[in-house]
């Protein structure tokens, strides 16, 4: 089973700040997951990305596939970024099944 | 993107009585849906792989006669709590994924305390 481990845990920053969050994971997977979730708990679905970058907006996913990892970066971070961040990979190579970090929350401060 | 919706978003019902969940995708066809449970401060667990058509499959320790699972169309799942208890109570969320292996899509959750 994929072990998928998200850091930091919590993150507090500045309005503005560079904001990036790492995820690693076990097993080879075809594509990993990030997700947002809001403090009322509805998720949402930000990227799914088997190589490189995608962008969209303020937001930066990256993954490395050989190291087995992937960051997500908010560039100029606002206050509505606030949310638990959660990364999610397949629990084995070709399995939709999904293997959640424990989530990274931010919290940016006006 | 795709949008998945779940009703009710939140539900307060007295122990031993049934609750009804629905997840339905609106603009696309997905047959396999996926049901997860969250605990406060925690990840979320995949409780059932819901196949449109054909009968769900649990994950180890869920009870299948306690959460049935049903996907009779390729827009709509319901995970229905069976005589609830107080430690039903939980937020759960269904995810639906996109044909050929696509991107899951998440539903905004239902909150179920049960009293």
């Not at chain 1, 507090?12 to 560079?18: I, K, L, M, R, S």
């Not at chain 2, 849906?33 to 196949?51: C, D, G, V």
């Not at chain 2, 306690?66 to 005589?83: C, D, G, R, Y």
Request: with cysteine; glycine share 8%.
């Amino acid at each position: 089973k994929n072990e998928v481990e998200q850091s930091p845990q919590n993150l507090t920053a500045q309005e503005g700040e560079f904001i990036t969050i790492n995820c690693s994971y076990s097993v080879g997977i075809s594509a990993l997951h990030w997700l947002q979730q809001h403090p009322g708990g509805g998720i949402v679905s930000l990227f799914m990305l088997s190589s490189g970058k995608k962008k969209h907006g303020r937001l930066i996913a990256t993954i490395n596939i050989q190291e087995k990892h992937s960051s997500l970066h908010i560039t100029a971070s606002h206050p509505r970024d606030s949310a638990v961040y959660i990364c999610a990979a397949p629990s084995n190579f070709g399995n939709e099944k999904l293997t959640f970090g424990t989530g990274t929350r931010l919290t940016i401060i006006p | 993107g795709a949008v998945v919706s779940q009703h009710p978003s939140r539900v307060i019902c007295k122990s031993g009585t049934s609750v009804k969940i629905e997840c339905r995708s609106l603009d696309f066809q997905a047959t396999t849906m996926f049901w997860y449970r969250q605990f406060p401060k925690k990840s979320l667990m995949l409780m059932a792989t819901s196949n449109e058509g054909s009968k769900a499959t649990y994950e180890q320790g869920v009870e299948k006669d306690k959460f049935l699972i049903n996907h009779a169309s390729l827009t709509l799942s319901t995970l229905t709590v069976t005589s609830a208890h107080p430690e039903d109570s939980s937020f759960y969320i269904c995810s639906a994924r996109l044909p050929l292996w696509g991107e899951q899509y998440f539903g905004p959750g239902t909150r179920l305390t049960v009293t």
